[in-house]
């Protein structure tokens, strides 16, 4: 009986234990049950405040399309060339046709042109007259203009001025295509400029080359000593146009294919060529032209004095230009001139010139080349930290001079 108890007994707890698994498992179910179902109404919750709060509401955040703005930043970059080629083509197509290789030269026995050198020219009249610059004419008595279709004139020369470097001629024709005049006044550093001219006498029809104004007001010694060509001019429109010798004469002209200056001279250094062109101002030649059909001369004017720069000292220690320094009144044989007679003395300082400011020499002597002799002007002077205006009538410029 204990053997049969104890198997019994054992059955028994085999029984008892497969009982508490199978109520483990009933209770595990029921905890997983509740725990899911926790879940879900928590979810619920969650969801209701979401929605109550707007999360779930149509309103959504619009991403640009990054395709679109590279594609437009792409589109910008290639649009924006430094200069538009179409706007020099309409430039050029015009233009060429106003400018002209100049030849210069003698006559044979037999009478035939001898070519000696030559330049550029810009017609600025239907009635044939033509700018060109004094050294490309200087020194001789035969002139030869020929356009771009192959047409040849010979030109009279009306005149020239060495101090500006500007010349005039004039050829019998009265059917010419003159060129659109600009205003030099109104030139700022960065405006474009296309440098028109006949570089190397390449052949009949002229060059075009671009680029900027790259400064204004500059001054430029040419010429030499040797041959009495040396000159110094003032008031240049500086461009970085490419300008080579056959140029001078040539034509300097704006964005709206209209002439703002004649090219002139171009700098050099012990290497060569710098990139640098300058102009004549259009403004100071037309000055010129105009007494050269009038007077067939330029009647100069002349302050009489030799000066040199001043400076003061700004409010934060810099110095700055502010005037021109009387050095010596010119004086020769004790004969006055011009500023002297009107009572300036040596060692005044040059403020004012009819009521503009006057900074630098350079500056001062650009403002006399647009003047003539017997012009009345005001100027203002310092003397003794006193300003003193003094109004006179200019001088006629000695050759000497």
Sequence with gaps: MDSNFTQQELFEQKKYISDLIEEKSTKNKSSINL????SLVSSSIVLFFLYTFGIFESQEVVLP?????????KQTELVMPRVDSSEIVSIAELATKTIVQIQVGTLDENNEFISMGGGSGVVISNEGLII???????GVNEVRAIFED???????IIGSDKLTDIALIKISSSNLVSIGIGNSDNLVVGDLAVAIGHP????AAPTVTTGVVSALQRRLDVGNDFD???????????????????????????SNGELIGITTA??????????LGFAVPINLALNIVEDLIDFGEINHAFLGILGAQ??????????????????ELYSPNNIQFAIAKAGALQGDIIKKLDGKEVKTLDGLITELRKKRAGDEIEIEILRNEQRITLMFQLDLRPTDV
């Design 228 to 254: 009495g060509s040396a000159v110094t001019l003032f008031g240049l429109i500086q461009t970085d146009a490419p300008i080579t010798r056959g140029s001078s004469g040539g034509a300097l002209i704006n």
């Design 132 to 138: 060109t610059n004094h050294h490309v004419i200087e």
């Design 35 to 38: 725990i899911i179902g926790s």
């Design 200 to 203: 190397l006498t390449l052949g």
């Design 266 to 275: 171009i700098a050099t250094a012990d290497v060569g060529a710098e990139g």
């Design 150 to 156: 192959g047409r040849l004139y010979e030109a009279t």
């Design 65 to 73: 399309d990054p395709i679109t703005i590279t594609e437009t930043i």
């Design 310 to 327: 001043h400076f003061e000292t700004a409010d934060d220690g810099a110095r700055i230009f502010a005037g021109v320094f009387i050095q």
